[in-house]
């Protein structure tokens, strides 16, 4: 197995590799650069901070901080070439089709990318230091970050601990917390984490299913299946690494009944200490009495027909698969979050309506497996679609020695949970609503879509 620790390890040597080259080439390094060019202390580091700096920074994931010109200048040869090629900052959406406006959108835009690729092809000049921003403040570890808006989380739930040995198999914990609710409430925002930072090193993912005893059923429900999520509580959260949580859009949000529970499935995996942690779920509720009209509901939408058992893809071979999901409610999709493992190479998001229309809602061509990117659509973009709407995921497996990432083309690979078997599915919110409702958003979309598009001319 090839942890995740150990890929992105492994890209740092590639990295120390190229990047060394570049400094030795370096006078000038500290000149202003010629009129017009770009300078680190002016256009560069705004970028970093903006777009980078989440990650690197020191103590955390990223193989090298980029905080200062003395910490980015001996990588800018590995920051053009991630850069150009889009690998970095991690966004993995196919920006030729499907929706393109996101509220947590951090790719780069052309304009920041030529920036960049300019400074270093000048030999990457740090620039006057007045010039300098200040340095970006973020959010510490241990705080919660929807604090600032709503208070401290109403409801904390913490996994019981778990110790992970310095070297060990991996681990699918799965330990069962009772949320302690006396009385229904609603949910507008949850947040999830590993407790500590050190828990990061360890926790590859989370997941927090809500076990509630559902009106209208004779057992409690904790199913992740879309086909049986439309109905029910669904998967309360999921935690991987760039996620922080989500903001329920307004007048919707997540319902938790008295005597629930969450059922976690946290994977977890050995990094060379011994370290011990647990995953923790801050919720903000909705102020009592305050109820939203619409219901959130976040499932998984597999992408293997069949059955997500049914992945089988030959040695040195290529596999693709897809699955439909019915949607037995109007409704709005809310995200988009593909799933898979070392063999992913592409996941595709389509909805084909009741009158026989087909629409590409996503594409993500570049999957990488060391990202668990969500792709939360804007407000006015996020795509709303009538009951019966067929849901289609398609995804795509690379098990040739041309995938970078395949630790064994020779191997024949099936469903598992360990990082070197594969899956295939997407996690998807989808907030529904009654058939009046869903066409009266379609109408006001079209409202708001009529008064921003310029007249002809």
Not at 402 to 413: L, M, T
Request: hydrophobic fraction near 35%; aromatic fraction near 10%.
């Amino acid at each position: 197995m090839k942890p995740k620790w150990l890929l992105v390890g492994v890209l740092a040597v590639v990295i120390v590799a190229t990047g060394r080259t570049v400094a030795a080439a370096g006078a000038g390094g500290n000149d202003s650069g010629a009129a017009g060019t770009p300078t680190f202390t002016k256009d560069v580091a705004p970028i970093l901070q903006d777009k980078c700096q989440a990650c690197h920074r020191e103590g955390y994931m990223a193989p090298m901080s980029l905080v200062t010109y003395e910490d980015a200048r001996p990588w800018v040869k590995a920051i053009k070439s991630r850069v150009a090629s889009r690998q970095m900052p991690p966004w993995h959406i196919d920006k030729t089709v499907g929706i393109q406006r996101f509220k947590n959108d951090r790719s780069l835009t052309d304009d920041q990318i030529d920036t960049i690729v300019r400074w270093v092809d000048a030999g990457a000049p740090k620039g006057d230091p007045k010039d300098m921003p200040p340095p970006k403040q973020f959010a510490r570890d241990d705080v919660w970050g929807f604090a600032e808006m709503f208070g401290p989380p109403d409801l904390i739930i913490k996994s019981t601990p778990y110790t992970v040995p310095a070297v060990a198999q991996d681990a699918w914990y799965k330990p069962v917390v009772e949320t302690g609710l006396t009385e229904r409430r609603w949910v507008r925002a949850i947040e999830i984490h590993p407790s500590t930072v050190k828990g990061r090193k360890i926790t590859h993912h989370a997941l927090a299913r809500l076990l509630q005893d559902e009106p209208g059923s004779r057992e409690l429900r904790a199913s992740s299946a879309a086909d049986d999520d439309q109905t029910s509580a669904g998967l309360f959260m999921e935690w991987a690494v760039g996620k922080q949580g989500e903001i329920m859009r307004p007048n919707s949000g997540k319902l938790m009944l008295p005597g629930s529970k969450i059922v976690w499935d946290i994977h977890y995996h050995a990094v060379g200490d011994d370290i011990t942690d647990s995953v923790e779920l801050g919720i903000y509720f909705y102020p009592k009495g305050q109820e939203p009209k619409y219901r959130q509901v976040l499932a998984l939408y597999s992408s293997i027909a069949g059955g997500s058992r049914n992945i089988d893809i030959p040695p040195n071979s290529t596999f693709v698969s897809q699955a439909f999901h019915v949607m037995k409610q109007s409704g709005r999709i809310e995200n988009f979050q593909p799933h898979m493992h070392l063999r992913g190479k592409g996941m595709a998001l389509e909805a084909i309506t009741p009158d026989g229309k087909t629409e590409v809602v996503s594409y993500v061509s570049d999957y990488n497996f060391n990202w668990h990117v969500n792709y939360v659509y804007d407000d006015d973009a996020a795509p709303l679609f009538p009951k019966g709407t067929i849901l289609k995921v398609t995804s795509w497996y690379d098990n040739t020695a041309s995938n970078r990432n395949n630790p064994d083309p020779n191997q024949w690979v099936g469903y598992g949970d360990r990082t070197v078997d594969e899956m295939g599915h997407a996690w998807i919110n989808v907030t529904y609503m009654p058939d009046e409702d869903y066409l009266s958003e379609v109408a006001k979309r079209k409202a708001q879509q009529r008064a921003t598009t310029p007249p002809p001319q």
